[in-house]
Nanobody, 124 residues
């Protein structure tokens, strides 16, 4: 059974950094695609970044490009989201999501498997 478990969220001041982790079991990253999403109450889930096994290129939402970096450790079956220069508007619950499709997108409905989410709060 596929499971995704996020960790690393917390409270950070504006301008600070956090690193989120997503550990997968029952799923091999190099055979599918994985993405990070975030959601605030009352809004739709927003794609943050994604990487697909088809070309292993990483895509980012414009709002995080240059500040966030997604990386993968295939040996540990874990992906990371390094978040730097955090802003209050980055506050959200962050989710990792996976699909067996080799092409990655930042559309939530593309992904069959989801973690439980981890809260990130950026506030002084």
């Amino acid at each position: 059974q596929l499971q995704l478990v996020e960790s690393g969220g917390g409270l950070v001041q504006p301008g600070g950094s956090l690193r989120l982790s997503c550990a997968a079991s029952g799923f091999t990253f190099d055979a599918g695609s994985i993405a990070w999403f975030r959601q605030v109450p009352g809004k739709e889930r927003e794609g943050v970044s994604c990487i697909g096994s088809a070309d292993r290129s990483t895509n980012y939402a414009g709002s995080v490009k240059g500040r966030f970096t997604m990386s993968s450790d295939y040996a540990k079956n874990t992906v990371y989201l390094q978040m730097n220069s955090l802003k209050p508007e980055d506050t959200a619950v962050y989710y990792c999501a996976a699909t067996t499709a080799t092409l990655a997108t930042m559309t939530a409905s593309w992904y069959e498997y989801w973690g439980q989410g981890t809260q990130v709060t950026v506030s002084s």
